[in-house]
C-alpha cells in the first residue's frame, strides 16, 4: 500500500463514514505531511493535488477490496467504510 493509502485506511473503521468528511479528513492530515520524493521534497502538500490524490486512493482500495462504497439517494453524497479490520495493514 502506497503512503496515501495507508492514511486514507486509518481514518476509516468498519461504521460508515460520509465520503466528504473521509475526505476532508485525508487533506487535512496528508497536507501536514512533508513531500516524500521528487523535486518537491521536504515541501507542503497543497489542497488541490490532495483531492486529485483522495481520488486515485478511493479507487485503488475499492479494487483492492478494502473499502466499501455505498451510494446515498442523492446523486452526489456516498458513505464509505473499511471492509475489514485493517490496524494491522497500518503498521
Known amino acids: 500500500l ?6 486514507a485506511l486509518g481514518l476509516l473503521t ?5 465520503y466528504e468528511i473521509w475526505r476532508d479528513d485525508f487533506i487535512h492530515k496528508a497536507s501536514q505531511m512533508p513531500i ?13 493535488g490532495l483531492r486529485s490524490a483522495m481520488s486515485r ?7 483492492k477490496g478494502l473499502i466499501e462504497i455505498e ?9 464509505v467504510r473499511a471492509t475489514r479490520d485493517t490496524g494491522a495493514l497500518q503498521q
Not at 36 to 48: D, E, T, Y
Not at 71 to 79: I, L, T, W, Y
Open 2 to 7: 502506497s503512503q496515501d493509502e495507508v492514511l
Open 14 to 18: 468498519e461504521n460508515w463514514k460520509p
Open 36 to 48: 516524500s520524493r521528487g523535486k518537491k521534497k521536504g515541501k507542503k502538500r497543497c489542497n488541490g
Open 57 to 63: 486512493v478511493v479507487n485503488s482500495l475499492d479494487e
Open 71 to 79: 451510494r446515498c439517494n442523492d446523486f452526489k453524497a456516498k458513505n
